[in-house]
């Protein structure tokens, strides 16, 4: 099975509401004495990116739903993702599988707000 891509009718992502999180898991060991050590438990971060696009056309929203219905199995699975502050392609996935969809200003119109899950 392929890896599915994600979709080159999608918009680059708003930098309105754009937030990203990198976290290493850092494990901390308490000290009976002086401050607490910590090391990180992963060599690279998963990053978390919260992200918004705004897709001018009814047909792409509908689109990129089925995409994550049924290329993604609900968004469980794994994609290609461009990475647009890397300039890389990395595999991505939808944290909980969960996509909101609301309409901007018309029906054509509609803001696609979702978590991504990066390594690195």
């Known amino acids: 099975m ?7 009718y999608m918009p680059a992502p708003m930098i309105a509401g754009f937030a990203q999180s990198p976290d290493f898991g850092m494990l901390v060991t308490q000290m009976d004495s002086g401050p607490d050590k910590q090391r990180p438990r ?4 998963i990053i978390q990116r919260t992200l918004q696009f705004l897709v001018e056309s009814l047909a ?4 990129f739903e089925v995409w ?11 994609f290609n993702w461009p ?10 996935r939808i944290v909980g599988g969960k996509v909101d969809y609301a309409p901007s200003d018309s029906v ?3 803001a696609v707000k979702f978590t991504l899950e990066t390594y690195g």
Do not use: E
């Open 68 to 78: 994550v219905r049924d290329s993604l199995a609900g968004g469980s699975l794994w």
């Open 42 to 45: 992963n060599s690279v971060a």
């Open 2 to 8: 392929t890896t599915p891509t994600f979709p080159s």
């Open 83 to 92: 990475d647009p502050l890397s300039g890389t392609t990395k595999l991505a």
């Open 60 to 63: 792409n929203r509908n689109a």
């Open 108 to 110: 054509n119109a509609w």
